[in-house]
Nanobody, 128 residues
């Protein structure tokens, strides 16, 4: 049974950077995608970025590209989300999630319906 544990959230000033970590254990690397989502108060959960554990192919929506970057370390079962030039509107609970990805673009998996496992989330607050 897969397990996801996020860490690295906290308070950061506007313009600052933060790196979130996701420990992803119990998943078969051949056919899973690990993704980051976020949910701000009163808003729907939205996809931030995702990466294939099989070949490292990744997808970040245009709205996030340039400031958010995902990476993985298969040797330690870790997935990271590097966040730069943070803005107050980035304030949200950030979730790590895992879903099965057998074929096609990983971009097609960056939606909540494609995820089978979820972490409990880590809070990121961007404020001066």
């Amino acid at each position: 049974q897969g397990q996801l544990v996020e860490s690295g959230g906290g308070l950061v000033q506007p313009g600052g950077s933060l790196r979130l970590s996701c420990s992803a254990s119990g998943f078969n690397r051949d056919y899973y995608v690990i993704a980051w989502f976020r949910q701000a108060p009163g808003k729907e959960r939205e996809g931030v970025s995702c990466i294939s554990t099989r070949d490292g192919s990744a997808f970040t929506p245009d709205s996030m590209k340039g400031r958010f970057s995902i990476s993985r370390d298969n040797t330690s079962n870790m997935v990271y989300l590097e966040m730069n030039n943070l803005k107050p509107e980035d304030t949200a609970v950030y979730y790590c999630a895992a879903g099965i990805h057998l074929f096609g673009s990983v971009a097609n998996t960056l939606n909540t319906h494609a995820m089978n496992f979820w972490g409990k989330g880590t809070l990121v607050t961007v404020s001066s």
